[in-house]
């Protein structure tokens, strides 16, 4: 697999990782800890995805993969959004609350 193919995919698994971080996030008062910890806790997993694909560190790709962190932090805020106002049964999980959502 070529480079630029790795990179997506990684780039792909880093905004998915980064969702449900980003819905929790979205639910906790702005600059407390799981505020800081919904930020920082994907963060040891992306080091690993980059040296697992062999990708590494270059310059190039900080553009992709900090792009998707934070596209996959910002969709967690709209689905909380979304939840709030289709649900009304909200809590900081995204996996609860789609599964209270998906029985109502």
């Not at 996030?25 to 910890?37: C, G, I, N, Y």
């Not at 560190?57 to 934070?70: A, E, R, S």
Request: net charge positive.
């Amino acid at each position: 697999m070529n480079t630029m193919s790795t990179i997506i995919i990684v780039t792909a698994s880093v905004f998915l990782l980064n969702i449900p971080f980003g819905y929790w996030r979205a639910h906790v008062r702005k600059f407390s800890t799981q505020w800081f910890l919904a930020i920082h806790i994907p963060v040891p997993f992306i080091v690993a995805l980059r040296l697992l694909s062999g990708i590494g560190f270059g310059w190039y790709t900080y553009l992709f993969l900090v792009g998707g962190f934070f596209l996959g932090q910002q969709t967690g805020a709209l689905v909380l959004k979304w939840v709030h106002r289709h649900c009304h049964q909200e809590s900081s999980c995204l996996v609860m609350d789609l599964y209270r959502c998906t029985r109502t």
